[in-house]
């Protein structure tokens, strides 16, 4: 079953799989803050490094599995598969969007 992404966060995902740090940009605000394994990633150039270590690090794959929207946040859950313990797992993307951009995300 396919799941209808908001445009943005079908980019990201699109991102994540390719590994390409250039679509970061038409998905991402600028001033767009991650947070992710306990650290706050903050702006876009920020951003792109971040994406670029996890991706080197993991060599992971996102499969999306189901949206609910919760308020204005968007809640995707996804598999994740890559080089890490327990892979494959299960990791819920929250998402804020601002109009076609990802004003916040974080991964948990």
């Known amino acids: 079953m396919a ?5 943005p966060v079908a980019v ?8 390409d740090p250039r679509l ?3 998905c991402f605000a600028a001033d767009a803050v991650v947070r992710d394994e306990g650290q706050t990633i903050e702006g876009l150039a920020a951003i792109k490094r971040w994406k670029a270590e996890t991706k080197k690090k993991y060599r992971h794959t996102v499969e999306p599995l ?6 204005d946040k968007t ?5 994740l598969t890559g080089n890490f313990p327990g892979s494959p797992i299960e990791l ?3 998402f804020k969007l601002d109009g076609d951009k990802i004003a916040s995300l974080e991964i948990g």
Not at 66 to 71: F, M, N, T
């Open 3 to 7: 799941i209808d992404l908001p445009d």
């Open 12 to 19: 990201y995902i699109a991102a994540e799989n390719r590994g």
């Open 24 to 26: 970061l940009e038409q």
């Open 66 to 71: 189901a949206l609910v929207r919760k308020g």
């Open 75 to 79: 809640v995707v859950t996804n598999r």
């Open 92 to 94: 819920q993307f929250v």
